[in-house]
């Protein structure tokens, strides 16, 4: 059974973003972090297998000064036709899928054990589905107020259980969950 994991940063009020996508708060919180600190990200993209990420993620992610994402095999899930660098053409593709579960079953015959979510609504709509075994959380000691938050609204209540938490000096906590399998098996 594959592992699907969201590993994403919030606000304390619960934001991933602005409601106009804009993570400029983001960036100015990582300016007190510790040089060379990454949150347990690259151990974390070690385990994975395959990316599945929202254009607009992906939109920001490419303007970024250096690719995080290295040789991992990426999809780009989008309804509009978007044009891939040359240098990422060997590891990322797009896909028009329906539903989260049918880009799952469509992969099922490949050799993956473990995918990243990444996106806003990506995030929303495999949470919505029940796909995701486990979240973590990088909680910025920030409150913006309004914003795009990486839950949604979701049908049901996901339960959680918590596996682990990390305070950082600078005041970044990071929380790590996994779905509460017995909860979830109750639909």
Known sequence: MVKISVFIGTSLDGFIAREDGDIGWLNNANKKVTSGEDFGFNNFLGSVDLIIMG?????????FDQWLYKEIRMIVLTSKNIEIHEKLKKTVTTHNVSSPEQLINELSDQSINHIYV???????DFLSARLVNEITVTIIPILIGKGKSFSGLLSKDLSLQHLKT???DFGFVQNTYKINKQEKDKD
């Open 166 to 168: 990390t305070v950082y």
């Open 118 to 124: 990444d996106g806003g609504k990506v995030i929303q």
């Open 55 to 63: 254009r607009k993620t992906f939109e920001q992610v490419i303007s």
